[in-house]
């Protein structure tokens, strides 16, 4: 069959679609499974730290740029958690309003699931807290024993924006829940809570 100009005009075309739809969804794959950095925290609860923590149980703290959209996925998966924990967790949102924000600039839709949560108590973070935990991207969670000691560190999604079974939270369900899960890390996916290089940086206005 001879190939007319027109015909082979249509499949160098749809070649270069197959290949573009290839590489964006290869892009893709990659930003959902790239992990951010991950904190480094005390092993020891910050005596500084204005976070009261709980004596007779554990004590979770979660920090959340409250315009990233990938957080979305870690605070359903909060709230899963907190399920699954009943009364044996004590839990803060630790919402970071950077410097020079309006008025309210951080009480987001995420804000308001985080309230909704039963057991959470969402505060409003100027950075402070979250340099004590050293934490520098969103969705990162440290837990705390009752004597102040370094249960976990990391993040409770298995990838960027998407919600399930993953290794963070059932870590976190069996350490509290008195299990044998020695896991006391995993990777943490998020945007950057501090920096120009931040995804979920908005303008001062939105």
């Known amino acids: 069959m001879?190939?007319?100009?027109?015909?082979?005009?249509?499949?160098?075309?749809?070649?270069?679609?197959?290949?573009?739809?290839?590489?964006?969804?290869a892009l893709l794959w990659r930003y959902e499974n790239t992990s951010g950095a991950n904190a480094s925290p005390p092993p020891q609860w910050p005596v500084a730290s204005t976070v009261k923590a709980a004596t007779d149980r554990a004590t979770l703290v979660m920090l959340v740029h409250?315009?990233?959209?990938?957080?979305?996925?870690?605070i359903g998966e909060l709230a899963r958690l907190m399920a699954q924990t009943q009364d044996r967790l004590k839990a803060y949102a630790l919402f970071v309003?950077?410097?020079?924000?309006?008025?309210?600039w951080e009480k987001t839709d995420l804000w308001r699931s985080a309230i909704?949560?039963?057991?959470?108590?969402?505060?409003?973070d100027d950075g402070e807290e979250?340099?004590?935990?050293n934490a520098v991207t969103s969705g990162q969670t440290v837990v705390y024993d009752?004597?102040?000691?370094?249960?976990?560190?990391?993040?409770?999604?298995?990838?960027?924006?998407?919600?399930?079974?993953?290794?963070?939270?059932?870590?976190?369900?069996?350490?509290?829940?008195?299990g044998d899960e020695k896991k006391s890390e995993s990777a943490v996916f998020g945007c950057p809570l501090f920096g120009p290089h931040s995804a979920c940086k908005e303008s001062e206005d939105d």
């Open 2 to 25: 001879r190939l007319t100009g027109r015909r082979i005009t249509l499949i160098g075309a749809f070649a270069i679609w197959v290949v573009a739809v290839a590489v964006g969804l």
């Open 66 to 74: 409250p315009r990233c959209p990938c957080s979305r996925a870690t």
């Open 130 to 133: 979250a340099r004590r935990f």
């Open 146 to 178: 009752a004597e102040g000691h370094l249960l976990f560190s990391g993040g409770i999604t298995g990838s960027r924006g998407h919600s399930g079974d993953n290794p963070g939270r059932s870590a976190i369900v069996s350490l509290v829940n008195g």
């Open 116 to 124: 909704d949560i039963p057991g959470v108590e969402v505060v409003m």
């Open 97 to 104: 309003k950077p410097e020079g924000t309006s008025e309210d």
